[in-house]
């Protein structure tokens, strides 16, 4: 007696245009249970879904019953999304990259391999330019050709662990299951731009003005966070992730200023042409259970009470009554004129 071969899966990946607050995002994964009881949440701005058993019951085609979701995710929410259909969790997310804005890209299993092989290595989820670099030199631009190397020629270029992963990705492999869990305990901040910013200084500026929105947000909520992680968003929708765990949880808007311009040097954007900034706190633990590390430096404890009649004078006369020097409006060049307000 054979077993039968085992049911393919169907899986959608759904990138959500706004990255929501902790709220609407719970909201979204709230309303994508009423679809399958197997959602994955894919925090900031991402949730997966395995319609696998919830296709007999609605009677619909996969394809169908992922536009059902982006209606009543647009509709109840007013959340527009780019998915992705595939037989995996991997496919289906680089389906959804590869999606203009409010459309599905539907990748067969049987088309798998074609729709894979020709598309750059960049696309490959866990190639980033470091890596790609690499393989550039030895002429590796395509998925397909990683997927023709020989496992030993890949592995003294990348390393055993990292060879071994990418050649199951290349042909398409992946064996996680959408696991059903709630969204991760975090807190989040994002700044997107009107145009595209090929600024150093400005990309500064920009993650600093957010580890100041962050700690203002733990402090506010009495909560400490002991990682952080810093995602740019690119001008042709790609996107690079750093990550860092502190030292101890803080809420200190100096240090998470330094892990977080830490970050963002260590992405190298040179002239990248960057459209959105995510800063996320992951690990938050309440403040008053949290160690920290005596100091005997009185400018830590100068800064540290000037901090925290910041956050008083905020808490009376708004969120901009202070800001910091360096957030500070740059002053108008030599020569030129303030405009007098209107006399009332």
Request: proline share 9%; net charge positive; with cysteine.
């Amino acid at each position: 007696m054979t077993a039968s071969p085992p049911a393919r899966r169907h899986i959608a990946h759904l990138h959500l245009h706004a990255v929501p607050d902790e709220e609407r995002y719970a909201d979204v994964v709230e309303l994508m249970s009423g679809i399958t009881p197997h959602v994955q949440a894919v925090p900031p701005d991402a949730v997966q879904l395995d319609l696998t058993s919830a296709l007999r019951y609605f009677g619909m085609t996969p394809y169908d019953l992922v536009q059902l979701v982006r209606l009543r995710l647009f509709a109840l929410y007013g959340i527009e999304c780019r998915a992705g259909l595939a037989s995996n969790r991997m496919l289906a997310a680089m389906a959804a990259d590869a999606s203009w804005p409010g459309h599905t890209t539907e990748v067969p299993g049987d088309r798998a391999d074609s729709w894979l092989r020709p598309r750059p290595v960049t696309a490959l989820p866990g190639i980033g330019r470091a890596t790609a670099t690499t393989l550039g030199r030895y002429g590796v631009h395509t998925i397909g050709q990683i997927a023709d190397l020989p496992p030993l020629t890949l592995q003294r270029l990348l390393g055993v662990g990292t060879a071994r992963l990418l050649a199951e990705r290349a042909h398409g492999r992946d064996p996680r299951p959408v696991v059903p869990e709630e969204p991760a305990a975090h807190l989040s901040v994002d700044l997107v731009l009107d145009r595209d910013c090929l600024d150093p200084d400005r990309h500064h500026r920009a993650v600093l003005g957010l580890a100041e929105r962050l700690g203002q947000r733990l402090r506010a909520g009495h909560q400490v966070a002991g990682r952080l992680t810093l995602t740019v968003r690119y001008a042709d929708r790609t996107s690079s992730t750093r990550t860092r765990t502190s030292a101890e949880p803080t809420s200190h808007s100096p240090l998470l200023a330094g892990a977080a311009l830490g970050l963002l040097d260590a992405l190298g954007l040179q002239r990248a042409r960057v459209r959105a900034y995510t800063l996320r706190a992951d690990g938050l633990t309440p403040a008053e259970d949290a160690p920290r590390q005596l100091s005997l430096d009185p400018v830590d404890d100068r800064s540290r009470a000037a901090e925290a009649a910041s956050d008083r004078a905020r808490r009376l006369f708004g969120a901009d009554a202070v800001r910091p020097a360096s957030l500070a409006p740059a002053p108008a060049p030599a020569g030129t004129r303030r405009k007098r307000p209107p006399a009332a």
